[in-house]
């Protein structure tokens, strides 16, 4: 099992410009997660789609949009990039439930000039 | 809101040497708490966890116990090795809810 993988691994964009970063698990979990992770900031939440069709938002979902495409998959766009987005990304996933462990990918290190 | 609050860090310890990184936190009713690690170039790895209180979590040769009473999961190792030199979290969640809520991280560096 790869568990949770992430592309790209490195991105960088220029102001306004427009990506999406991608998140597959293969664990059959219903629920994922975006984070970022800011130094001296610990990670704090994006979004997260507790089950396949649905998403909501976490503590810092300004300037982005989710889509939770099928059970795998949970992308993570940013429609107009700006330099405050400049960050590490990471994709987790859990089974549903309050005391499931989250397993998380290697991360998207993302630079916006 | 809930919070969790660690020790500043760089933590820099000898091998061998006993390690405690402090973790407080804030949150109504009962939260379950996890430390996670991470390793240089990597994603977060839940080293322990405890889901009530006076539970005691333990991985690796770490322990941290659920202490209602003073709202702390203070994470322990007896001795410390090189490789244990990494990135610690502390986290909560809500049983009621699905994300964790992260403390700054602590950074840990074992030399030999």
């Known amino acids: 099992n790869a568990g949770v993988t992430q592309t790209p691994k490195f991105q960088v964009l220029k102001t306004g410009q427009s990506m999406t970063l991608q998140c597959a698990q293969d664990m059959n979990h219903n629920s994922m997660y975006w984070y970022r992770q800011d130094p001296g900031m610990g990670l704090r939440l994006i979004y997260y789609?507790?089950?396949?069709?649905?998403?909501d938002k976490g503590e810092v979902p300004n300037g982005y949009n989710v889509s939770r495409l099928n059970k795998r998959e949970f992308s993570l766009r940013l429609e107009s990039a700006a330099p405050s987005q400049t960050s590490v990304y990471f994709c987790?996933?859990?089974?549903?439930?309050?005391?499931?462990?989250?397993?998380f990918g290697p991360g998207t290190r993302l630079t916006v000039l | 809101g809930d919070s969790v609050t660690q020790m500043e860090g760089p933590v820099t310890l000898s091998e061998e040497a006993f390690l405690t990184i402090n973790c407080t936190y804030t949150a109504t009713g009962y939260p379950s708490l996890f430390w996670y690690v991470q390793y240089p170039g990597e994603g977060l790895q839940l080293l322990l966890k405890a889901t009530k209180a006076d539970d005691k979590g333990s991985n690796k040769g770490f322990e941290a116990t659920y202490r209602k009473e003073t709202t702390s999961f203070h994470l322990e190792k007896g001795s410390v090795q090189v490789s244990d030199s990494a990135v610690y979290f502390c986290?909560?969640?809500?049983?009621?809810?699905?994300?964790?809520?992260f403390g700054k991280g602590t950074s840990l560096l074992v030399t030999p």
């Open positions: 987790a996933s859990s089974d549903q439930g309050g005391n499931n462990e989250q397993f």
């Open positions: 986290a909560l969640r809500r049983n009621s809810g699905y994300a964790l809520n």
């Open positions: 789609s507790a089950s396949e069709g649905t998403t």
